[in-house]
Each structure stands twice: as structure tokens, then as C-alpha cells.
């Protein structure tokens, strides 16, 4: 019995010889063979492709195929090959194949399929195909997994028969790894935009040059409150002021199809009165010759931003114009804008001076970074900002004291944008502070008692010495009494009050000296001045009260005016040093204490005019205040700015480098004229008394510079 191979091969024999091709019944009576098995070789070798078919009228004429050897083919081809025999062998196999799937040609031939590695067989599953009977061509598309990175794979599984007859699977492999995550791309695009259309919000519409509606899509049907059909009956003009429609007009006549596309803000005006603003991109649209056909526009709300806008510029020019100083820094303390009143305070030009600088930079007297300070105020949960107070470097290098507040800046989800500083030149208030500490430690510590009256009548504020002086008035009880109230046990003086008060109404002030009785039952004599205090508006704010315990000095010039020769040995008695000069400059007291001051004894001094030249030689840096009763208040106040005077007397502060042969001294200075009994002038006083444990005090209380 003939082999099927031994008769495939006489087959292929037959029709070489007959290249024009042969019938199934002339191939049958040539090889003298049943025409029924000759009918079935000749299927297998068309399946195969060795053989093709031809119908010519009622005979089906077969021919050897023009072929070219699939192994000369597989080097040349972009899909991967893979060839495999009916026993599982892979008799077949070329580079690109084994390239997509890192192997290698010449160790993977002649083994079986199944050595395959695991992620290539999961893959494609190849069992499958290879013992499918039902169809030739299997077409799949398979996903190959390897790492961390992922294929996609156009497979063909071919049934195959061999030149010898044997059956097996051809595999063919395309790479649509490309085509493959485009199409997904494409897929998400289009669902994205079908959504995005689906979901449309901005206005949509179409019209022709005359604004004349042509289409309006239902976001701008439900702005307007029409339909469709009432749309069309309008134009977009309508819907506009004619100023931005002008402008719409005039940018649709400029269209060109270089530049078919332009954009515009304008207000639409709705049916409610009320009206909104729209960002408009407007495009031409043209036929094939490039004429215009109509306009589409497309709208966008922006009646928010607008409103932002117009906000941000009012705060923006708000901030611009605002007197405080102003500032904005980042989260890290660098200065990123600051308005004009910043500049001036720090005397710079223009804002690329500062804009970048580190706050730090303009500060001096802080023990921390602006930096630490705002990551502490970012942690706290308090956002309502916080003060500090430091000492600022001007350009110029002048130092000012600032009050600076600072709060941070956060958007709508509560995180930190910036921060804002405002900052205050306290400067003059620093210094008035420093002062006012300074006037009130001196009142607390004057010897002369001073007291402060409300407008209606109520001590407020009184002295130790104004208490020492009226040590009548029950202790504690004095403030927050009327004027009468204290007055009242001092028959003396409370007797006075309707002309002390009528005094104040037309003059403003009162001054006279009282006799009365203190609570020994000793003589008081007081000098009391009394001065109503104005602002700048002329609204009383209160009167202020100086009272002189002037018992002893009282004493001294009733002794001087009727013995002037006894007056010595009651300055002599006077702890501070003090001297005496009458109306003609003539000395006529110098006290122990002066001696000691001066060195001057007092055989040298009384008796002689030339109490200057004494005082300047020993202690030059003592003002002589004697001399300065003949003076005007303008050559006062011209001449010896620190000399004040309250009421007759004239006071100041001196620095003397040794007092009483001791150790550098601040004192205090007062003269006083000497009247006699009809008020006639007949001599001055001066005293000096030692201030220096009442500056020890002041500076004790008063700030301490930080460095």
C-alpha cells in the first residue's frame, strides 16, 4: 500500500510536469488512483499551500503554488513567528519573535512548547488553539504581563500541514501595544467629551453678522429664559450694551481665516434686571471658498472673578492708599509687596528695594527670626495674628520703634497663602512714654505737692507731698473726694473757694499763699497755685494743683524782710545748700551747704555781687537761676529751654561732677523771689537739692533696650 506522503509527493510531481495545471479525474487516470482519494490528497495540499485551485467553467483545474519558503520570509516579517509541530516541538521560530519576548533562537528550537516560560504560556494559551478541530484561523488579542510593565498582543493561530504531510500550529504575533493604548486613550477622550457635552454650562451659539441667532444651545436657552424657537427670533446684540456690542461688531469685520478667532468680556443683561458678565471667544466660520458663513460663540460666566477683581483692586488701592504701613510677606518672612506708606516709613524709593528682603532685615532688638515667629504663629491654633514691639533700621541707618502686627493670609481650605503686616511708628510714643514715666516718678518724688482735679470737681491724682502737706485729710480718703471735701479741714483755705473759683472762670488760674494749722497744731503755710489745663479745642480736661509747704521759707523772708541780717542762720539750718541774693545782687545768705558745694566759705560770698564768678569757677555746671526774673517769657524760653517755670519760681535739672566733694550728682534747682509783707520783691533764693537716687529710680523703671 502506498504511504500518504509517498503519494503527496507523486502528486507534486505530477503537476510540476504539468505546470498549466490538471483536473482531480486527469490526475486520478495518470497515477491510476481512485479519484476519491486523489480528491482528498489534493485538499491537504491546498491547506498546506502547496497546492492551489483554479475553477475554470464546471472543472476545478489544480496547480502548484508559487511559493516562497516561510523560513526565508521569517527575518523579513514584523510580526513574531513561531512555528509548531503537531508533537508540540517548535520546529520554526525567528528574531522578532523571540526580541518581544527576551529568548533566545537557537535555545528554544526542537524543544516542546510546554518549556516555554510560565508568563508566555498564560498568555496565549496555546493548548488551546492547538487542539481546536472547529476552525483554520483563530484571531485574538491577548495581554502579556512581565515586571512592572504590560503588552498587548494581535495573535493568529493557523493550522499548518507540512511539505510531509504532518500537521502543526502556526502562531503569529503583532504588537498593538501602541494602537492598543491609543484606542483606550480614545475611548476615555471620547466619554470625557461626551460627558463634558452632556454636562455643557457655558453658553453655545451661532449668528450671523448682524448678531442674528442661528443656533443657542439650552444653557443659553435657561440664561434667557426661552426656548429654542423664541432664540432664534433675537439677535445676540440684544442681549448686550451697545458699547461692548460696537466693539463685537467691529473685532467680526477684522476676522480673516488667518486669524478667524477673537475673544471679549462683556455683561449679558438677563430678564431679571439683574445682569452677568461673560468671558466670549468668538470664531469664524467659513465654506470652501472662505467666505463667512456665520460666527460661533462660546461664553463663559466670570460675574465671580469680576466681582474678585473689582474687589482686589478696591482693597488693592485701600491698601495702596492706606496711612499704615503695609506689608506682605511669604510663608518663609521674605517681603513680597509693600504699600507707599512702607516706603516712607523706611525712607526707600520704590518697591524692588525691599521686595525679596527677609523682614529681618529691617528689624534690630529681636531675639528670634521673623521665620521662627511665623512657623510658631502657622502651629498655633490662634489665627487672629499677634503683636510685638521691635526697634526698625531705616535706610539711613536711623533706629525707630515699631508696634508691628501680624496675621496670616489663608484661602478657602484653611491653609496659609501669606501673611499681612501692619506696622506703627510708636517711636513718639515710645519716647512721650518715657517721658511721662520720667515727669510722673518727679512729680511722685517733688517735693512740691500736685494734685489733678476732674472738671467736675474730684481729686483723681495727688503726691506724697501733696499729702504730706494736707495730712488733715484722712488717709485714703483723698482721692476720688471733692476739692471742697479735702479742703474742708482747713477752715483757712475752704473759706477762699468762691474766689478761688471765680479766679479760675476768668483767668484761668489762681495763686495764694494760706496760713492755717497742720494736724499738730503747728502753723502750715502754703503756697497753693491752681491752673485749669485745656486741649486744643478749648474743652476743659482738668485743673492742676501746686501746693508749697513754703512754712519755714514763709518764715525766712518775714525774718529777711523786717532783719535781713538774721536770714543767715536760718539758711544755714537748710540741709540742701541754698543762697540768698537781694533785689540789688547783693548776697546776703550762703549756707553751710553751699561752702561745702563751693569751697567758697561764706565771709567770701556775703556781702559781694560777684556770687557769678564764685559759682562758675567751683561749679560751673550749676545753673544760676537768680538772675533770670528780669528775663521775658520768649528770652526764657529762648535762652534756657529747660528752665520752667511754675508760678513765681523757676525750676531745672543740672549734672554736677562733684557735690559736696563727693561723687557726680544730678540735682534739682529752684529760685523763688522774696517779697515782704506789701508784695514788693526785696530778694530771690536759690536752692539746689540732690536728685540722684530719683534718677537711679527713673532709669530702674524705664525700658531696657534690647540688643
Known amino acids: 500500500m502506498v504511504e500518504k506522503g509517498e503519494f503527496l509527493n507523486r502528486i507534486r510531481g505530477l503537476l510540476k510536469i504539468y505546470p498549466r495545471g490538471l483536473t482531480i479525474s486527469e490526475i486520478s487516470q495518470r497515477l491510476k488512483c481512485n479519484r476519491n482519494s486523489v480528491a482528498k490528497y489534493l485538499e491537504s495540499l491546498q491547506i498546506s499551500g502547496i497546492v492551489e485551485m483554479q475553477q475554470m467553467g464546471a472543472a476545478k483545474v489544480f496547480f502548484l503554488s508559487q511559493r516562497i519558503p516561510i523560513s526565508s520570509l521569517l527575518g523579513f516579517t514584523k510580526e513574531g513567528i513561531l512555528v509548531i509541530a503537531d508533537d508540540g516541538r517548535i520546529i520554526q521560530v525567528n528574531e522578532r519573535f523571540c526580541r518581544m519576548f527576551d529568548q533566545d533562537v537557537t535555545s528554544i528550537t526542537g524543544i516542546s512548547y510546554l518549556m516555554l516560560p510560565a508568563e508566555i504560556l498564560s498568555a496565549f494559551h496555546f493548548d488551546t488553539y492547538f487542539n481546536s478541530d472547529t476552525e483554520f484561523e483563530h484571531t485574538a488579542v491577548v495581554t502579556f504581563n512581565k515586571y512592572d510593565w504590560r503588552r498587548f498582543f494581535k495573535v493568529k493561530y493557523i493550522k499548518t500541514v507540512f511539505d510531509d504531510g504532518r500537521t502543526g500550529l502556526t502562531v503569529i504575533v503583532e504588537d498593538v501595544t501602541l494602537e492598543t493604548e491609543m484606542e483606550e486613550r480614545l475611548r476615555i477622550s471620547e466619554a470625557r467629551y461626551r460627558g463634558i457635552v452632556e454636562d455643557q454650562t457655558e453658553l453655545i451659539c451661532r449668528y450671523g453678522m448682524d448678531g442674528t441667532l442661528s443656533f443657542a444651545n439650552g444653557a443659553f436657552c435657561r440664561l434667557f429664559q426661552m426656548n429654542l424657537g423664541e432664540t432664534l427670533h433675537h439677535s445676540l446684540f440684544d442681549f448686550i450694551k451697545p458699547d461692548a456690542a460696537s466693539k463685537i461688531i467691529a473685532s467680526m469685520r477684522a476676522c480673516s481665516p488667518l486669524s478667524p478667532v477673537f475673544e471679549s468680556e462683556f455683561e449679558f443683561n438677563l430678564p431679571s434686571g439683574r445682569s452677568r458678565w461673560y468671558h466670549w471667544v468668538s470664531r469664524m466660520l467659513t465654506d470652501e471658498c472662505g467666505e463667512i458663513l456665520e460666527f460661533q460663540g462660546v461664553g463663559r460666566d466670570i460675574t465671580e472673578r469680576k466681582t474678585a477683581e473689582r474687589e482686589l483692586l478696591i482693597k488693592s488701592h485701600a491698601m495702596d492708599s492706606s496711612i499704615v504701613p503695609i506689608a506682605l510677606l511669604s510663608l518663609e518672612g521674605s517681603i513680597s509687596y509693600v504699600n507707599r506708606a512702607f516706603l516712607d516709613l523706611w525712607e526707600y524709593q520704590s518697591h524692588d528695594e525691599v521686595r525679596g528682603l527677609s523682614f529681618d532685615h529691617l528689624v534690630s532688638g529681636f531675639d528670634t527670626s521673623i521665620a521662627k515667629v511665623l512657623s510658631d504663629s502657622l502651629m498655633s491654633e490662634d489665627k487672629g495674628g499677634f503683636s510685638f514691639e521691635v526697634e526698625g533700621i531705616k535706610k539711613d541707618g536711623t533706629q525707630i520703634n515699631l508696634s508691628v502686627t501680624i496675621s496670616g493670609v489663608y484661602d478657602p481650605d484653611n491653609h ?269 533764693i536759690q536752692t539746689i537739692k540732690n536728685m540722684t537716687n530719683w534718677k537711679r529710680a527713673v532709669e530702674s523703671v524705664a525700658p531696657k533696650t534690647v540688643t
Not at 418 to 433: A, G, M, S
Not at 490 to 517: C, H, K, Q, W
Not at 663 to 677: C, E, G, H, L, Q
Open 416 to 684: 496659609p497663602v501669606c501673611f499681612i503686616t501692619y506696622l506703627y511708628d510708636v517711636t513718639r510714643w515710645v519716647k512721650l512714654v518715657r517721658e511721662l514715666e520720667i515727669k510722673d516718678t518727679a512729680i511722685a518724688n517733688s517735693y512740691e505737692g500736685m494734685a489733678i482735679i476732674t472738671p467736675d470737681d474730684v481729686v483723681m491724682y495727688a503726691n506724697p507731698s501733696y499729702k504730706r502737706i494736707f495730712s488733715r485729710v484722712p488717709e485714703g480718703t483723698l482721692i476720688g473726694r471733692t476739692i471742697e471735701w479735702n479742703l474742708s479741714f482747713y477752715p483757712r483755705i475752704i473759706g477762699t473757694m468762691p474766689d478761688v473759683r471765680a479766679a479760675l472762670n476768668e483767668r484761668g488760674n489762681y495763686t495764694r499763699v494760706f496760713s492755717d494749722f497742720d494736724e499738730n497744731g503747728a502753723p502750715l503755710v502754703v503756697q497753693v497755685h491752681l491752673s485749669r489745663v485745656f486741649d486744643r479745642s478749648g474743652i476743659h480736661l482738668c485743673t492742676l494743683i501746686s501746693a508749697l509747704d513754703i512754712t519755714s521759707q514763709r518764715s525766712m523772708e518775714e525774718s529777711l524782710a523786717l532783719m535781713i541780717n538774721q536770714l543767715e542762720g536760718t539758711v544755714d539750718q537748710m540741709g540742701d545748700p541754698t543762697f540768698i541774693v537781694s533785689s540789688d545782687q547783693m548776697v546776703v545768705a550762703w549756707n553751710d551747704a553751699m561752702e561745702t558745694l563751693t569751697g567758697h566759705s561764706k565771709r567770701e560770698a556775703i556781702g559781694t555781687r560777684n556770687y557769678q564768678d564764685l559759682l562758675n569757677k567751683s561749679v560751673p555746671s550749676l545753673p544760676i537761676l537768680v538772675d533770670l526774673f528780669d528775663l521775658t517769657p520768649k528770652e526764657l524760653i529762648q535762652v534756657f529751654p529747660k528752665v520752667s517755670k511754675v508760678g513765681n519760681s523757676f525750676y531745672t535739672e543740672a549734672f554736677i561732677q562733684t557735690f559736696h566733694g563727693g561723687d557726680r550728682t544730678y540735682v534739682w534747682v529752684k529760685a523763688s523771689p522774696i517779697s515782704d509783707a506789701e508784695g514788693r520783691v526785696i530778694g530771690h
